[in-house]
T-cell receptor
Framework: ETGVTQTPRHLVMGMTNKKSLKCEQH?????MYWYKQSAKKPLELMFV???????ENNSVPSRFSPECPNSSHLFLHLHTLQPEDSALYLC??????????????FGPGTRLTVL | AQSVAQPEDQVNVAEGNPLTVKCTYS??????LFWYVQYPNRGLQFLLK??????LVKGSYGFEAEFNKSQTSFHLKKPSALVSDSALYFC???????????FGSGTKLNVKP
């Protein structure tokens, strides 16, 4: 395994629900990321955190709200989602952000279905 | 604008034959190039990267990739494919704007016995 865990692995929610995705990395990394993976589309980088500070927000709708309480944990809070938000949500980490040659380590993802 | 293109949605190859998965990129400045593999119901796993130096990079599971600056390509190769190589492969590029990663749309590799 990669050292990055995500829970839950599967989530089905209605458009009025509020839920949270959790990511935890056991690698001692300082940077964490949320990606959205939809079929036959490039991975979309949603949020980037470095040392618990958000450094990137790629025009993501406000119904997605990230939280990084410490360098090992990352959350994605979801509310009033739309069916088109159904996708695989991937969490990743890397050793440091300011090193372009750092590869990322990915979790297994949360398969989200919005009804 | 920075981007990565994987022109093939799917590549089919017979076991034992060589395989190539194509990737081209567009980035300002020096590129940092990566290949990742995704098996069903799993996250992406790092395979190899090009930062600088030798244009032929060797990675995990017998894969290698060739960086070609003039063609802005970074094709993934393996001399002899295995059925277990069947998976989804992603090319990615990062430039000096460290916050940005750009992934291709993925290429599904099917290796048939």
């Amino acid at each position: 395994e990669t050292g990055v865990t995500q829970t839950p692995r599967h989530l089905v929610m209605g458009m009025t629900n509020k839920k949270s995705l959790k990511c935890e990395q056991h690698l001692g990394h300082n940077a964490m990321y949320w990606y959205k993976q939809s079929a036959k589309k490039p991975l979309e980088l949603m949020f980037v955190y470095s040392l618990e500070e958000r450094v990137e927000n790629n025009s993501v709708p406000s119904r997605f709200s990230p939280e990084c309480p410490n360098s090992s944990h990352l959350f994605l809070h979801l509310h009033t989602l739309q069916p088109e938000d159904s996708a695989l949500y991937l969490c990743a980490s890397s050793q440091v952000l300011l090193a372009a040659d750092n590869e990322q380590f990915f979790g297994p993802g949360t398969r989200l279905t919005v009804l | 604008a920075q981007s990565v293109a994987q022109p093939e949605d799917q590549v089919n190859v017979a076991e034992g034959n060589p395989l190539t998965v194509k990737c081209t990129y567009s980035v300002s400045g020096n590129p940092y190039l990566f290949w990742y593999v995704q098996y069903p119901n799993r996250g992406l796993q790092f395979l190899l990267k090009y930062i600088t130096g030798d244009n032929l990079v060797k990675g995990s599971y017998g894969f290698e990739a060739e960086f070609n600056k003039s063609q802005t390509s970074f094709h993934l190769k393996k001399p002899s494919a295995l059925v277990s190589d069947s998976a989804l492969y992603f090319c990615a590029v990062r430039d000096m704007d460290f916050n940005k990663f750009y992934f291709g749309s993925g290429t599904k590799l099917n290796v048939k016995p």
